[in-house]
């Protein structure tokens, strides 16, 4: 589907976007409908920009956003069918809504390598969110 397409689809269900918790101004607004997608699934903003090296950096606006849930996934990261239907949604979509990756558990999903593998930073917080990272314009 084009972005044309998801974004008419989203607005004839949803409405409005969803505005971040920090402001449009803090998310790059190739990502405010992926963005949107996932608030209106039932998920929760967990942060935009923050001052502070990675995607989450770069800006304002940045060109990453991560979503949770009130209930922190419970460890389960992956495991997690709510958070996984929204990661593979995003997935599906990533050349609409100008994905370049995807986190979620310990399982990274790139344009670079367009398939689930093991995610080898050792890092664990997105065991508790999804990480969505968008193309740099």
């Given at each position: 589907m084009t972005y044309p397409e998801l974004l008419r689809r989203y607005k004839r269900k949803h409405g409005a976007l969803v505005e971040p918790r920090q402001g449009f101004d803090s998310l790059h607004k190739s990502l405010w409908l992926a963005y949107s997608m996932g608030r209106k699934r039932g998920f929760t903003d967990l942060g935009t920009y923050v001052n502070k090296p990675g995607d989450h950096g770069v800006g304002p606006p940045c060109y990453a956003f991560d979503l949770g849930r009130a209930d922190r996934f419970f460890f389960k990261g992956?495991?997690?069918?709510?958070?996984?239907?929204?990661?593979?949604?995003?997935?599906?979509n990533y050349r609409s809504l100008?994905?370049?990756?995807?986190?979620?558990?310990?399982?990274?999903?790139?344009?670079?390598?367009?398939?689930?593998?093991?995610?080898?930073?050792?890092?664990?917080s997105h065991d508790f969110h999804i990480h969505v990272s968008g193309i740099h314009h």
């Open positions: 992956w495991g997690y069918l709510k958070a996984r239907r929204l990661a593979k949604l995003y997935v599906a100008s994905i370049n990756y995807v986190i979620l558990g310990r399982r990274i999903w790139s344009r670079s390598k367009p398939y689930w593998h093991p995610l080898t930073t050792g890092d664990t």
